[in-house]
């Protein structure tokens, strides 16, 4: 099963099969990939937050489904079999993570922005113990997130990574006290819904676009995104700041124009 709710820009999708560890079958794949049209679509919503029900993030691909024949392996080169893996949003995606957050919900997890991690957190490759691979997107993300070396450590050894050792590593954004990491992704989702979108969403669409541009023309990708962030009121936001406003890294305020 998967919970829909609403927390003012903030939609929040909690995986809630706690007897498969929250583990990703057919049904729930299809499920987040509704989600996050709904989500694409829905101008009020501004930020979505991804957890998963009770001690467990996501153990994966539900690995009785997977020897039932129920997954559908002929889709693999147009669709992730977790949902929407293989999907560009327009929009940040905070994973909220509490427990194992393992094989295909390591890819889930590194599908989105940000990760905060509680202190009982573990991510790892598991699946590499019963020879089913990546293909949620894992052997792509993980080593741009934290370089090639540490990532084929993880995928190739498939040893587990305290939380700890994954905010070393760049993996986890943030580490926070057991059980408090959804509050944390909600506020932080409140934070970013609360900046002005245009900029924010263009500066968001530059770091992604430059992976696949050379230097020259990823500069000026950025200063075209930079352009329309200037269009939707650059000068407003600096007139603010001139006026008095965000004095010493003050962040209660700031320009958040309509949009």
């Known amino acids: 099963m998967l919970h829909v709710e609403t927390d003012g820009p903030v939609r929040i999708l909690t995986l809630d099969r706690p007897e498969a560890k929250n583990a990703i079958d057919p049904a729930q794949a299809e499920a987040l990939c509704d989600a996050f049209r709904a989500i694409e679509t829905d101008e009020t919503i501004r930020a979505t937050v991804l957890t998963g029900a009770g001690q467990t993030f996501c153990a994966?691909?539900?690995?009785?489904?997977?020897a039932a024949g129920a997954f559908d392996w002929s889709k693999l080169l147009h669709d992730g079999p977790l949902g929407p893996t293989r999907w560009h949003f327009s929009k940040p995606v905070i994973a909220a993570v509490e427990g194992y957050c393992v094989a295909g919900g390591l890819e889930l997890a590194l599908m989105c922005d940000l990760r905060i991690a509680s202190e009982t957190a573990i991510f790892?490759?598991?699946?590499?113990?019963?020879?089913?691979?990546?293909?949620?997107?894992?052997?792509?993300?993980?080593?741009?997130?934290?370089?090639?070396?540490?990532?084929l450590d993880?995928?190739?050894?498939?040893?587990?990574?305290?939380?700890?050792?994954?905010?070393?590593?760049?993996?986890?954004?943030r580490v926070v006290p057991t059980g408090a990491a959804r509050a944390h992704a909600i506020e932080?989702?409140?934070?970013?819904?609360?900046?002005?979108?245009?900029?924010?969403?263009?500066?968001?669409a530059s770091v992604y676009e430059q992976w696949s541009l050379p230097m020259d023309a990823a500069l000026q990708n950025e200063a075209s995104h930079g352009l329309d962030s200037v269009a939707h009121g650059t000068n407003d936001g600096?007139?603010?700041?001139?006026?008095?406003?965000?004095?010493?890294?003050?962040?209660?305020?700031?320009?958040?124009?309509?949009?």
């Open 238 to 259: 600096a007139r603010k700041f001139a006026e008095g406003a965000g004095r010493g890294g003050n962040f209660d305020e700031h320009y958040a124009p309509r949009q």
């Open 124 to 151: 790892g490759t598991f699946e590499r113990r019963w020879g089913v691979p990546l293909v949620d997107g894992g052997t792509v993300r993980l080593p741009r997130l934290i370089g090639q070396s540490r990532a």
């Open 60 to 66: 994966g691909a539900d690995l009785k489904a997977v």
């Open 188 to 204: 932080i989702g409140k934070d970013l819904a609360a900046f002005p979108q245009a900029c924010m969403l263009n500066d968001r």
């Open 154 to 173: 993880m995928i190739l050894t498939g040893r587990p990574v305290k939380a700890d050792e994954a905010l070393a590593f760049g993996l986890a954004n």
